[in-house]
């Protein structure tokens, strides 16, 4: 028991250290994730899942597919689909039936598979993995159309190509003999049904529990995640695979309820999809063997070029005709399709099962499944970004700043940000509040910045950074905190001073924001410096020019708020960790008006100071000479 201890210890350290080193090199974290497995497993041998952990292997794995399944299902609201709802449904009817019988063909002729693997192997490359694109959208900023499309399209087609696989399977046994026709397709239209009705009952029925207060907030997710568990076991005592459609029905069903801890369940089983994500690509691509990787090929490659490069944007271009997408939409879509979790997983289930079933292309299927994940996430997962770029579906490429709180003095920070190449948005659900910067030619918001609708169009995922401005420093807490997760804690900024606050008036400090000022300044302060004549200042250094140059042409009271580095970098005065601007950094100040110095005369003041200074420190004799 030791040593499965120990081995369990390592896939949890090294799926999230691959984690954590995908986050600081700013790389795709499944191609990390794929080479750790490669060297626990093939390369060592030190991780034999099947080995290892024995019959509840597959069971496991089933599970941990379906509560990932589940998680994405909980991501997917209607309402971010009204722009695309047509090209989602076309590429789910339309597009993914297409790619089955393309990958089918192309697996038969030109990888040499029988017709009864290739047809299983087609259904499988049906799916597009939520699991690699939810964190390739995190880090490739999509506008919200493109990014709206390739998640539900990931979501909802990979328990839909797992029973297309299921389908194929069954069809595979009848043929040989093993089950009767009729039984089968009996229990296919059961469990399709059981799936579509159990997984909305089972949702609908957990929210109503919920909002009714017949669970207790501290037991939710427990709930939450045992629920899940029981509705894919039993769809799956129906129809083996059956339960990944079913959970995510359930989650699409609470998605689009208006149930107010969703937030929380929503951030909690982020946690668990991530650790869960983590360890099941160690596992899985440790479980591959070296005969297994040897047996691909020319034919192989073959075969993976046919369905990255004709079947994919084929079935795409022939789907979104007439969708409303733009060309550079289907472009885009055409081209990122990565394969993850429940491709290998679903294969690695079936490859197993036509072994046993003395179809001698079980583990050849694996493998090609295999191929087709490594370069889809290789390459999709390296190309996502410039491509985005390329074809102008990226939001800013400069992270932004959010601003709520429509005010002269906000409007004027906007001002000089702008002026710093920063993007910045001022949200008020004050329509007078925002004339001065609509006026001005800032971007805005009209609606308020805690409603759902907020949520789906504002686009958060573009934002750097948060300053909450408002008169009400409770309200200017609250949007930090709801931010917070999103943006990051460390990103979320307030108005306000703590230190003038009673310990009976404070907040606790699990609650709001960084102050904005160093040290903070409340809003009426601000907005009597501001009318007394206070400006937003910005100032480039140079080697001549530096910060201590810089804070000597100004009056003591001025504020540094932040800096922006030449590669676009914004360092915040209140988040430096010590941190100083330095040569060609843009310092952005608030203070009172004075007419700058040259850097010259600050130069030759400093070299006078200096001097004198030197001149006291003399030895008494060398004074007298």
């Not at 159309?145 to 009848?174: K, M, Q, T, Y």
């Not at 009705?197 to 017949?214: K, N, P």
């Amino acid at each position: 028991m030791e040593h499965i201890a120990a081995k369990l210890a390592f896939i949890g350290a090294a799926g999230i250290g691959a984690q954590w080193l995908a986050w600081r090199l700013k790389l795709p974290a499944i191609v990390l994730l794929l080479a750790a497995g490669f060297l626990a497993g093939p390369v060592t041998g030190f991780i034999q899942p099947s080995v290892d952990f024995g019959d509840i292997y597959q069971p496991v794995v089933g599970l941990a597919v379906a509560i990932i399944l589940f998680e994405g299902g909980l991501t997917l609201n209607f309402r971010e689909i009204r722009e695309t709802s047509t090209a989602v449904r076309r590429i789910i009817l339309f597009g993914g039936p297409l790619t089955w019988l393309g990958s089918t063909l192309a697996a038969h002729y030109i990888g040499g598979l029988s017709w009864a693997v290739s047809t299983i192997l087609g259904a499988i490359l049906v799916v597009t993995g939520p699991t690699v694109i939810m964190p390739l959208l995190r880090s490739a900023k999509l506008k919200s159309r493109p990014a709206s499309l390739l998640r539900w399209e990931a979501i909802v087609n990979d328990p839909i190509g797992a029973l297309f696989a299921v389908i194929s399977f069954e069809v595979f046994l009848v043929l040989h003999g093993s089950h009767g026709a009729d039984s089968v397709f009996l229990n296919i239209a059961i469990a399709f049904v059981f799936a579509v009705a159990g997984g909305f009952a089972a949702g609908r029925a957990l929210v109503w529990a919920f909002i009714r207060g017949h669970v207790p907030e501290y037991l939710k997710a427990p709930v939450l995640l045992a629920s899940v568990i029981a509705i894919f076991s039993a769809s799956n005592l129906i129809l083996e695979e059956s339960g990944l459609l079913t959970v995510t029905i359930m989650g699409i069903t609470m998605a689009n309820s208006r149930l107010a801890s969703l937030g929380e369940l929503r951030r909690f089983k982020e946690t668990i999809t991530i650790l869960l994500v983590s360890g099941l690509f160690i596992v899985l691509t440790a479980a591959l063997e070296w005969p297994v990787i040897m047996s691909l090929d020319l034919r192989a490659l073959g075969f993976v070029i046919a369905v990255l490069f004709v079947i994919r944007p084929i079935a795409i271009f022939a789907a979104t005709t007439g969708s409303g997408l733009t060309w550079q939409e289907r472009l885009l879509t055409a081209w990122i399709a990565p394969r993850g979790i429940v491709a290998v997983a679903v294969a690695s289930l079936f490859g197993s099962l036509l072994t046993a079933s003395d179809a001698g292309d079980g583990q050849r299927m694996v493998a090609f499944t295999f191929a087709v994940v490594v370069a889809t996430i290789f390459l999709h997962g390296f190309t996502l970004g410039p491509l985005a770029r390329l074809l102008d579906l990226r939001t800013a490429e400069t992270p932004g700043i959010l601003i709520v709180g429509g005010y002269q003095w906000t409007t004027a920070l906007a001002r000089k940000l702008q002026d710093m190449k920063i993007p910045v948005t001022i949200a008020d659900p004050n329509w007078n509040h925002l004339s001065e910067a609509r006026q001005a030619g800032i971007e805005t918001h009209f609606g308020e910045p805690l409603s759902e609708h907020a949520h789906h169009n504002l686009n958060i995922g573009r934002f750097g950074a948060l300053v909450a401005a408002t008169d009400n420093d409770a309200y200017n807490a609250l949007i930090c905190t709801d931010f917070g997760p999103e943006i990051g804690r460390n990103n979320v900024y307030q108005i306000g001073d703590t230190s003038e606050q009673s310990e009976r008036r404070s907040l606790n400090f699990t609650i709001g924001g960084k102050q904005f000022f160093q040290p903070g300044m409340t809003h009426r302060q601000i907005r009597q410096r501001h009318n007394a004549g206070w400006t937003f200042q910005t100032t480039r250094l140079t080697e001549e020019f530096d910060r201590d140059a810089y804070m000597a042409s100004r009056l003591k009271d001025t504020r540094i708020i932040l800096w922006r580095k030449p590669d676009g970098t914004m360092i915040f005065e209140a988040n430096c960790n010590g941190a100083k601007p330095q040569k060609e950094d843009q310092v952005l100040s608030f203070g009172p008006a004075k007419q700058p110095e040259t850097a010259r005369e600050i130069q030759e003041e400093r070299e006078k100071k200096s001097g004198d200074k030197a001149k006291k420190q003399k030895p008494a004799s060398e004074a007298v000479e």
